[in-house]
């Protein structure tokens, strides 16, 4: 069984562009979950999807953003980035609400210059 | 708020020495509590959970118990090995039951066991 796919795995971006990223679940996981992994603050959450829709959301201002398509894969964008966005952004999926058991990707590692 | 505080690392340890990191939290409810564990280039991966008070959890020789009265979810293991040389999380659910997948996470402690 396929784990979770996250693409890119590394990108260069420079101050002001934009980003998206991409994560595909395993297969028949319908909760995908999105983390931020930085050195200062560890890892923090930033939303939770499920069936297409937005569960949760942490505490990240409206530059990050996100959706899920019909087949339970994800994106998530972040418009105008700032060097304070670099970071390892990590995608989890499970396969029920609420178990806390989440299957990680390896990570995008976004750069920001 | 809800959180959770690891003691700080690097521990490192020889092979076959008893480990333990340890690992509190704050919380309004009742939590599940976790451990994950990021090996080097990978992504995070669960090693035990408890979900409710003096559950104990255990996976490849780690063990960790619910201890309600002292907010604690410490990680023992009797004899490390070098592969077990890696990042481990402590995490907790969100408190209310909301059925969200959300978790808070702790800063990580970084195991290094040395042959």
């Known amino acids: 069984k396929a784990g979770v796919t996250q693409t890119p795995r590394y990108l260069i971006k420079t101050r002001g562009q934009q980003v998206t990223l991409s994560c595909s679940p395993i297969?028949?996981?319908?909760?995908v979950s999105w983390y931020q992994q930085t050195p200062g603050q560890g890892l923090q959450f930033l939303f939770e999807y499920f069936s297409e829709t937005q569960r949760n959301k942490g505490n990240f201002p409206g530059r990050f953003s996100g959706r899920q398509f019909s087949n339970s894969r994800s994106e998530m964008n972040v418009s105008t980035l700032e060097l304070g966005d670099s970071a390892l952004y990590l995608c989890a999926s499970s396969s029920t609400l609420g178990t806390g058991e989440l299957f990680f990707g390896e990570g995008s590692r976004l750069t920001v210059l | 708020g809800n959180s959770v505080t690891q003691m700080e690392g690097p521990v490192t340890l020889s092979e076959e020495a008893f480990l333990t990191i340890n690992c509190t939290y704050t919380a309004t409810g009742y939590p599940s509590l976790f451990w994950y564990v990021q090996y080097p280039g990978e992504g995070l991966q669960l090693l035990l959970k408890a979900t409710k008070a003096d559950d104990k959890g255990s996976n490849k020789g780690f063990e960790a118990t619910y201890r309600k009265e002292t907010t604690s979810f410490h990680l023992e293991k009797g004899s490390v090995q070098v592969s077990d040389s890696a990042v481990y999380f402590c995490?907790?659910?969100?408190?209310?039951?909301?059925?969200?997948?959300?978790?808070?996470f702790g800063q990580g402690t970084t195991l290094q066991v040395k042959p």
């Open positions: 995490a907790l659910s969100d408190p209310t039951g909301s059925n969200t997948g959300k978790l808070i």
């Open positions: 297969s028949g996981h319908r909760s």
